[in-house]
């Protein structure tokens, strides 16, 4: 099976936050990793070159090949918006997205510009919600 190529490194999230370039979302990605941090009560760590993750758990894809350990949610502040990982996806979520503020969504990801239109009680909510359901279903670390 093929791994992931995304893979936790020991290099520092804070390092890595205070490098962003944008700083509103700089500042927003410094404001997140408070967020999760009390929400998972897990330490971040950088996957890849810019995923701040959160817990861990080994994860075969239904789709493809891919097999590895993946965060169980996480965050990236990318250049064009904030992205947030949820890996459940959002079929069981959506009494929280209709909640959540000014965002876009993909299949496990929600977009926004600017922490301030998102309501950080529901995007707790969302996190927790997917981090347990991650736990039913992975053995996570």
Request: one cysteine or more.
């Amino acid at each position: 099976m093929a791994e992931l190529k995304t893979k936790k490194t020991n290099a520092s999230v804070m390092r890595f936050l205070r490098s962003v370039e944008n700083e509103p979302r700089r500042n927003d990605g410094i404001q997140l990793l408070k967020i999760f941090k009390g929400v998972t009560k897990k330490q971040s760590r950088l996957w890849g070159s810019s995923i701040v993750g959160f817990g861990e758990y080994h994860h075969k894809s239904e789709r493809s090949s891919q097999e590895g350990d993946w965060p169980l949610t996480g965050f990236s502040p990318r250049k064009s918006a904030m992205n947030i990982y949820i890996m459940p996806g959002f079929t069981n979520y959506q009494d929280l997205m209709s909640q959540l503020g000014q965002h876009k969504s993909s299949v496990s990801c929600v977009y926004f510009t600017k922490l301030e239109k998102i309501n950080v009680g529901v995007l707790k909510q969302l996190i927790r919600r997917s981090v347990t359901d991650r736990k039913r279903r992975y053995n996570v670390k």
